[in-house]
């Protein structure tokens, strides 16, 4: 059974910073593309940064580019979000989510860990 679980979310000041992690298991980790979404209140999820598994590339919604940085430890089976210099609109629930080789859609996902960020 596939598993995920988020945890490092918080109350944070504008301007401060957070790391979120995902820990994975029920898979074989290294074969998955990994992807952090978020959705604020009132508001549809929305995609925030993925890293994939052939490559180790990354990719970034233009929101949080340069803010947020994605890593992946294939050994911990744990996927991370690192984020600086966060803003009152970044504060959502935070999700993430596990692509199969071939799938269309990010899926499963987990339960999410709030972030909130004062300002």
């Known amino acids: 059974q596939v598993r995920l679980v988020e945890s490092g979310g918080g109350l944070v000041q504008a301007g401060g910073s957070l790391r979120l992690s995902c820990a994975v298991s029920g898979l074989t980790f290294s074969n998955y593309d990994l992807g952090w979404f978020r959705q604020a209140p009132g508001k549809e999820r929305e995609f925030v940064a993925a890293?994939?598994?052939?490559?180790?590339?990354?990719t970034y919604a233009n929101s949080v580019k340069g803010r947020f940085t994605i890593s992946r430890d294939d050994v911990k089976n744990t996927v991370y979000l690192q984020m600086i210099s966060l803003k009152p609109e970044d504060t959502a629930l935070y999700y993430c989510?596990?692509?199969?080789?071939?799938?269309?859609?990010?899926?499963?996902w987990g339960q999410g860990t709030q972030v909130t960020v004062s300002s």
């Open positions: 989510a596990v692509r199969g080789p071939g799938a269309p859609a990010f899926g499963p």
């Open positions: 890293i994939y598994s052939n490559s180790g590339s990354t």
